[in-house]
């Protein structure tokens, strides 16, 4: 089939979750022709599987101060835009809530509810003359002369190139791609369960990269919660109601029955997930006393305890109860856990912390240091997973991906064995260059843009939302002036 007749002057948005479909209205907003191609065969990637509450840091100091490893430029793009970005999407039908503390009271966001967001926000792009393709994934970028030019879609055996001034990645990271996962983030991807959407394969990583994009720092830390562990089942629907987000407050052991980590740091459960990752087949179970299970408190899903747990073990995950610590980590052994390894670990959890000792675990526990006292003791199976990747793609303050040498121009007029003169003008030239080149019109969005986040986590729909509103309104001028 014959692409139809577009406009070259136009801008081709990669990605039809909340950063793309963001850029898609905000570049059409801008007066330009825009089309959105998505992998898929609906809108909606993450975001739609999402608990919809936009939020991240309400204190740029503290972002920084919780994520110094973070790109600061990037972070600071987030903070100055978002307020405007959440305003503005509630004028594109999006029904929003209003603006409320969250996250241990560091967070501020404002509540979507997703799936009537994806909808409104199609609805308005294909109102406002936007060009939808579902199933249409990117492949490649076409450049000439070092600028784009437009996009390559494959779809089974079909090769199609869509001309396009300016490109916008928004695929959602690569969470889906196992040799990816291997590369930069541990050896043995199967550890992870995937708590994504199935698309999210790092297609426009690779695209970029092999045109000379630069990868960002960071690009082992991934974003996700452990979640009820096998033979559990449940579908991407209840990737939500299986997470264990209590785990904070649980001590975590892995399958040779011991603590791993701190399981109390960090701003929610996720921290947790990225140190039981590494562990033996990422697994491990997370063990509660009746008072955390009976608990009121609320966790970040909305729920108390006791409905996680429960959950998990509707779902089919092991959940061993017993009425002492001893009889428990008998019964754990039926699981392959080391009983006499696990019953010292609790052991000494319990009295390091019951004689005020707390100081000396080992791991450390910096917060929520109670023992597990009141039985009836809860032992919850668990493995960790992948909701998506901190590391991608190095963007700059409006948006365009950098790349990762200086300009082929540049470079030129370098004499190799002048290059390594630190005291040469043309290198230190060359040093300001290399930070401030970029790939002509192309832009990135979302969890395509690296090191928002760095181990700690800034929230993942506000991020989308912020940059993905970047680089469509940068993207969207860029076109237009071009097609003057
Ligand atoms: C269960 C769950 C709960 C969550 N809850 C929250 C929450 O409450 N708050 C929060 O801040 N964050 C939350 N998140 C994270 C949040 O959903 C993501 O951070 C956010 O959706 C990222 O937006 P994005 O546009 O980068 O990616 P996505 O929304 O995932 O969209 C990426 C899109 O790109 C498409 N795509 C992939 N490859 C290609 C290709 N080659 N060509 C074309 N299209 C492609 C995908 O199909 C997908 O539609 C949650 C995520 C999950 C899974």
């Known amino acids: 089939m014959a692409s139809k007749h577009v406009d070259a002057n136009r801008v081709v948005i990669c990605g039809g979750g909340l950063s793309g479909l963001t850029a898609a209205i905000s570049a059409l907003e801008a007066g330009v022709p825009v089309t959105l191609l998505e992998k898929g065969a609906e809108l909606g990637g993450n975001a739609i599987l999402s608990g919809g509450m936009i939020w991240t840091y309400a204190d740029y100091d503290r972002m920084r101060a919780d994520i110094p490893n973070g790109d600061a430029m990037i972070q600071w793009m987030i903070h100055e835009n978002i307020d405007a970005a959440r305003t503005w999407l509630a004028t594109q039908g999006v029904d929003l809530g209003p603006d409320q503390r969250c996250h241990e009271d560091f967070g501020l966001g404002r509540q979507m509810q997703p799936p009537q967001a994806i909808e409104a926000l199609g609805k308005r792009f294909v109102e406002l003359g936007g060009d939808l393709r579902l199933e249409s994934p990117l492949d490649s970028l076409i450049t000439d002369n070092g600028a784009i030019r437009g996009v390559r879609i494959a779809r089974d055996d079909r090769v199609t190139d869509e001309a396009a001034r300016a490109v916008v990645l928004a695929t959602g990271g690569f969470q889906g791609n196992s040799e990816l996962l291997a590369r930069y983030v541990l050896k043995n991807p199967s550890n992870l369960y995937l708590r994504s959407n199935p698309w999210s394969t790092g297609d426009a990583f690779l695209a970029a990269t092999q045109i000379g994009a630069a990868a960002s720092p960071g690009m082992h830390n991934i974003y996700g919660h452990a979640l009820a562990a096998p033979p559990a089942r449940f579908s991407k629907w209840e990737f939500r109601d299986v997470s264990q987000h209590y785990g904070q407050k649980a001590v975590a052991i892995n399958l040779c029955g011991e603590r791993f980590c701190d399981e109390s740091i960090g701003g929610s459960e996720d921290t947790l997930n990225q140190s039981l990752i590494h562990q033996p087949e990422g697994r491990g179970f997370y063990i509660i006393d009746h008072e955390l299970y009976d608990s009121k408190d609320m966790h970040a899903s909305k729920v108390v305890t006791r409905v996680i747990v429960d959950r998990a073990k509707k779902a089919g ?77 190095a963007i700059d303050n409006h948006g365009r991906v950098v790349r990762r040498t200086a300009s082929s121009s540049v470079l030129a007029n370098v004499p190799a064995e002048r290059a390594l003169d630190d005291s040469d003008s043309q290198v230190k030239r060359i040093g300001v260059e290399y930070r401030q080149t970029v790939i002509e019109g192309l832009y990135a969005a979302g969890c395509d843009v690296g090191n928002i986040s760095h181990y700690e986590y800034a929230g993942g729909l506000a991020p989308a939302l912020a940059t993905g509103r970047v680089a469509g309104c940068n993207a969207g001028a860029f076109v237009k002036q071009k097609a003057g």
């Open 317 to 393: 995950a092991p959940v061993v109860v017993a009425d002492t610590i001893e009889e428990l980590c008998k019964k754990l052994s039926a699981f392959g856990i080391p009983e006499p390894r696990v019953l010292r670990e609790l052991t000494e959890f319990n009295q390091l912390l019951q004689s005020g000792r707390g100081d000396d675990l080992l791991p450390p526990r910096k917060l929520h240091r109670l023992p597990l006292v009141h039985g009836p003791f809860y032992a919850i199976a668990v493995k960790a997973s992948i909701t998506f990747t901190m590391g991608g793609l």
